[in-house]
């Protein structure tokens, strides 16, 4: 009896032993992972800043830069050709997506009403370009108005950027362009070339082509897919695009200060946009595309196109639009004490009193 009582708590012993070292096992595989955690969740101080932005992606529901959706929605005229080259020339190096949306149907030229996209076509690209992971991170650009991604269902927006330019410059230069082509594709049939009609004469017998609707663009791009947003002159859609370029999008450069926009893009995305700035000062891409003539318009067209209430709506949005980047650019970029060349502020935050120290 003693004998087998013995051999019973022996084996209990041996059990208890088992289980301990189970569990012991399973405890130190446990906190190395905790461990691993830990490390991958707070880089090391050796870490570059883009190495460690990009290490955000990891978990699910943070901001992920490697699954970014950039959307450059870009105005005909305003240098979208030179900007764009820039992506094409960075996209190789720094591993993402650049991808033309092309919306024109049959026209050679872009019409105002390519902009619009019906429900049908805008439910799928939403579709499309929030589910196509294999061109994450990427950017999308084309002739396309805001469109907001929220109204899908969709829970996760792009990141809108766009640039803008002086209205009546970006007339003069869309006038003369569907005439006279420009030098990078000059074998390109537009829309009117052969016709010799200069802006003055134009405008001097109220032809259509120069009439207010063809001023009438950056408005409706900001504004979007509503029906009011087409109306020449409306002073709603006028509101609706400050509104969205205030809340929409993440930053709105003009033409005329192209530098500080790529200057800008590159400090807020480096994901996308590093090496940009240098890119774009050594200036093989900021020349691309000339109209190939131009002839200036009268000072009495100016006043002429500058008395109507397309223009004066859509002047004030382009000077809504420069003070908010001037704001901008006064808080982020510095110029270096050599040469002017441009540099970021560094962060303005830190983190500190971070309780408790261990869970
Ligand atoms: C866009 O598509 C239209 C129609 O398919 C075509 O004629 C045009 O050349 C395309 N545009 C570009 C820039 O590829
Ligand atoms: C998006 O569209 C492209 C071109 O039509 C297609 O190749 C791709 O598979 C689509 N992606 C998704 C996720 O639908």
């Known amino acids: 009896m003693t004998s087998s009582r013995l051999k019973s708590s022996r084996v209990a012993v041996l059990l208890l032993g088992g289980v301990s070292v189970v569990v012991i096992l399973m405890y130190l595989h446990l906190a190395s992972e905790v461990a691993q955690l830990h490390t991958s969740m707070l880089p090391g101080a050796a870490m570059s800043y883009q190495q460690q932005i990009t290490q955000v992606g990891g978990a699910g529901g943070a901001l992920d830069l490697n699954n970014l959706v950039v959307i450059y929605n ?24 650049v991808i033309h949306l092309n919306t024109t149907k049959n026209t050679p030229t872009l019409s105002l009403t390519d902009q619009y996209m019906e429900i049908f076509s805008q439910m799928r690209f939403v579709y499309n ?18 469109l ?40 390109h049939i537009r829309r009117r070339m052969g016709d010799k009609m200069t802006l003055d004469e134009c405008v001097a017998m109220e032809h259509s082509d120069c009439s207010t609707t063809h001023l009438w663009i950056q408005v409706p791009f900001f504004c979007g897919h509503h029906a009011e947003c087409w109306v020449p002159g409306s002073n709603w859609a006028l509101e609706q695009a400050k509104h969205n370029l205030i809340h929409k999008y993440l930053l709105v450069g003009v033409t005329e200060e192209m530098g500080d926009f790529v200057a800008m893009l590159e400090y807020t995305l480096p994901r996308i946009f590093k090496g940009a700035y240098d890119l774009y000062l050594s200036g093989v891409k900021s020349h691309l595309r000339k109209t190939v003539k131009k002839v200036l318009p009268s000072p009495s067209t100016i006043a002429k196109l500058q008395n109507t209430k397309v223009w004066r709506l859509e002047n004030e949005f382009y000077n809504f639009a420069l003070d908010h980047f001037h704001f901008l650019r006064k808080k982020t970029l510095v110029e270096a004490e050599l040469g002017g060349h441009l540099v970021d502020r560094g962060q303005k935050f830190a983190y500190e009193k971070i309780k408790p120290k261990r869970i």
Request: aromatic share 18%; with cysteine.
């Open 74 to 97: 870009r105005v005909p005229k305003t240098g979208s050709t030179s900007f764009i080259g820039l992506a094409y020339d960075l996209c190789a190096r720094n591993k993402f997506n």
């Open 148 to 187: 907001d991604f929220n109204r899908f269902g969709v829970s996760r927006q792009p990141i809108y950027i766009n640039m803008i330019r002086k209205p009546l410059d970006r007339l003069v230069s869309y006038y003369y362009f569907v005439r006279y082509g420009d030098d990078l594709r000059p074998n």
């Open 129 to 146: 370009i929030s589910n196509w992971i294999e061109k994450k991170p990427g950017i999308y650009h084309g002739h396309l108005a805001y």
